[in-house]
């Protein structure tokens, strides 16, 4: 029998960690009827959905469990046929997330659509390292670009970000390491620091940290991989100069 009031509830899972996930978050979850959850999704957050038919839709090692256009043809389905999906997407949503386009197509097909706000990886991971993306002195703003975009190529706006003074933040871009070097390189910032973060905000958390001309045998050393944030910026230096002042008032207190 087809629902009444079908309703889509796009979710942000947040970077890794449980205890960032929202309380609304948790509500919408406890309200499922279907769950649709990705491959970054922490799989503790989906006990808060125990009477849901849980679905995983996400990606694993490049291998697609549904393509997007099965997704959305799930979402719509499942909404007629059970009532209020959830789709919970690791970080934010909004942030390279698809979560717009998903509640535009449910919209589109007369589903009530809904959307809850989730802590992107491109300011939390980061933060977790103790690296900020602004600073007083060192950086007046940042961007979040993503390294691969839907035809597989690095992102323009790497050009331009490596031209300007912000902090630089790339999703999805460790297989394009070389070329963002490289352009960075072109602007003169072959000593302007770099952390790469893997699986930030998680117990498998792992860092390397050095500049754009060391950065990429610092990854072959450490063997990092996806996923992975990369941080580009003075900014990066916060973290050492932090220990730094932690050592010191441990050495002066002893």
Not at 167 to 195: D, H, Q, W, Y
Request: net charge neutral; hydrophobic share 40%.
């Amino acid at each position: 029998m087809p629902i009444n009031n079908p309703k889509l509830t796009v979710v942000g899972a947040g970077p890794g960690d449980v205890a960032l996930f929202t309380l609304k978050g948790v509500k919408a979850l406890q309200s499922a009827d279907v769950v649709l959850y990705d491959a970054l999704v922490n799989p503790s957050l989906l006990e808060y959905a125990q009477n849901a038919e849980l679905i995983f839709v996400g990606k694993r090692k490049g291998c697609y469990a549904y393509q997007q256009d099965q997704i959305n043809d799930l979402i719509i389905s499942r909404a007629r046929s059970h009532g209020h999906v959830v789709r919970l997407k690791g970080g934010d949503p909004f942030i390279f997330g698809r979560g717009a386009e998903e509640m535009e197509i449910a919209a589109a097909a007369g589903i009530e659509v809904a959307m809850v706000p989730g802590i992107s990886s491109s300011l939390a991971v980061p933060a977790y390292q103790n690296i900020p993306l602004t600073k007083r002195g060192s950086s007046e703003s940042f961007w979040v670009i993503t390294g691969t975009t839907k035809d597989h190529k690095l992102s323009e706006d790497v050009k331009l970000a490596a031209q300007s003074s912000a902090t630089v933040v790339i999703l999805m871009g460790m297989s394009k390491l070389g070329e963002i070097t490289n352009l960075f390189r072109k602007s003169g910032k072959n000593e302007t620091p770099v952390a790469i973060i893997q699986n930030g905000t998680t117990a498998e958390e792992r860092i390397g940290v050095g500049t754009i001309d060391t950065i990429e045998s610092v990854v072959q050393e450490l063997k990092l991989t996806n996923p992975s944030i990369i941080v580009i910026g003075e900014v990066v230096r916060h973290r050492a100069q932090l220990l730094n002042l932690q050592l010191e008032y441990t050495a002066y207190d002893n």
